[in-house]
């Protein structure tokens, strides 16, 4: 099989995993901010990014987010550009420096560098999208940075970015023998 073909397919599924997780699995972490909910979705798009590149990885985010904003969503293509931002600085930032750094040590660097890209870009985008969209005063933003924002990003970031360190090792596996699989039957 094309090696090309097999990675589009393995992103292909990727994608479906993170749907998949995204809407089945979601939950508010922050009692004080119910709408910001938790979906692990962003688990199979690190795999991608510590896999095949952060380009990947950036790759399956949009996926993820473009079915999100189209199907599952009440904030529609907001919250997919959001989501595209956010989970796309984390997994483009922990992709990148994997590939550079291809270890254990190399992963968990990559893996808060995400996290904390991901809290990081999210600060501006909630200064500035959030009152567009809501038709909500910046100063009503603000306070929730510290309270909300800010804890429910790097909680979110935090946890995915644990379960992908637990079952990267194992996944990749069975995608690479896989892959060797079938390119024995071409």
């Known amino acids: 099989m094309n090696t090309n073909l097999s990675k589009m397919i393995?992103?292909?599924?990727?994608s479906a995993l993170g749907v998949l997780f995204m809407v089945t699995i979601k939950?508010?972490?922050?009692?004080?901010?119910?709408?910001?909910?938790?979906?692990?979705?962003?688990?199979?798009?690190?795999?991608?990014?510590f896999l095949f590149g952060p380009a990947a990885g950036f790759t399956v985010i949009v996926i993820i987010s473009v079915i999100q904003g189209l199907f599952f969503s009440a904030d529609g293509w907001v919250g997919a550009l959001m989501h595209i931002v956010a989970s796309g600085t984390?997994?483009?930032?922990?992709?990148?420096?994997?590939?550079?750094?291809?270890?254990?040590?190399?992963?968990?660097?990559?893996?808060v560098a995400g996290t904390l890209s991901m809290t990081l870009i999210m600060i501006p985008l909630n200064l500035t999208?959030?009152?567009?969209?809501?038709?909500?005063?910046?100063?009503?933003?603000?306070?929730?940075?510290?309270?909300?924002?800010?804890?429910?990003?790097?909680?979110?970031?935090?946890i995915n970015s644990i379960?992908?360190?637990?079952?990267?090792?194992?996944?990749?596996?069975?995608?690479?023998?896989?892959?060797?699989?079938?390119?024995?039957?071409?």
Do not use: Q
């Not at 393995?10 to 990727?14: D, F, G, Q, R, T």
């Not at 984390?90 to 893996?111: D, E, N, Q």
């Not at 079952?167 to 039957?185: C, D, I, M, T």
């Open 163 to 186: 379960i992908t360190a637990a079952v990267y090792k194992s996944v990749g596996k069975v995608l690479r023998a896989e892959a060797k699989k079938l390119a024995k039957e071409v």
């Open 10 to 14: 393995k992103l292909a599924m990727l």
């Open 129 to 158: 999208i959030t009152p567009w969209y809501y038709g909500m005063p910046v100063k009503a933003v603000i306070p929730m940075l510290p309270t909300a924002i800010i804890p429910f990003n790097l909680v979110k970031a935090g």
């Open 27 to 49: 939950f508010p972490i922050i009692p004080s901010a119910p709408f910001l909910i938790y979906e692990p979705g962003d688990v199979p798009a690190l795999i991608a990014a």
């Open 90 to 111: 984390m997994v483009f930032v922990a992709g990148h420096i994997y590939k550079r750094f291809h270890s254990a040590r190399g992963a968990v660097i990559a893996l």
